[in-house]
């Protein structure tokens, strides 16, 4: 019988500070000389999925007008973890992520 499992803490999430050659195959170089965030997301303040696709107003040749879609969208909106030091001020070795941002 097969045992169901969630995904927990297998997340990988990089910000990029550098533009991949190719944008739709990144390397693995290129993906770990990134900022690894998935430390620093709050899971809870985390989001990322479709969003409902922009429609504009379009009118066939033999047709009537009509909405049609035109651009997919996305919401991602993530809450961000700052280090501090115990004296005060920003650990500036912790806030890479929170800078590229």
Avoid: Y
């Avoid at 965030?37 to 999925?49: N, Q, V, Y």
């Amino acid at each position: 019988m097969a045992v169901k499992v969630l995904a927990d803490k297998k997340w990988k999430l990089t910000v990029l500070t550098t533009k991949p050659a190719d944008e739709s195959a990144p390397t693995a170089t290129e993906l770990n000389a990134g900022i690894e965030a998935c430390l620093k997301i709050d899971a809870a303040g985390f989001t990322h999925r479709p969003a409902a696709s922009d429609t504009v107003e379009s009118k066939m040749l033999c047709g009537a007008k009509e909405q049609v879609m035109t651009d997919s969208n996305f919401e991602q909106t993530m809450r961000v973890v700052r280090m501090f030091l115990e004296g005060g001020g920003v650990d500036p070795s912790e806030d890479a992520l929170f800078t590229a941002l």
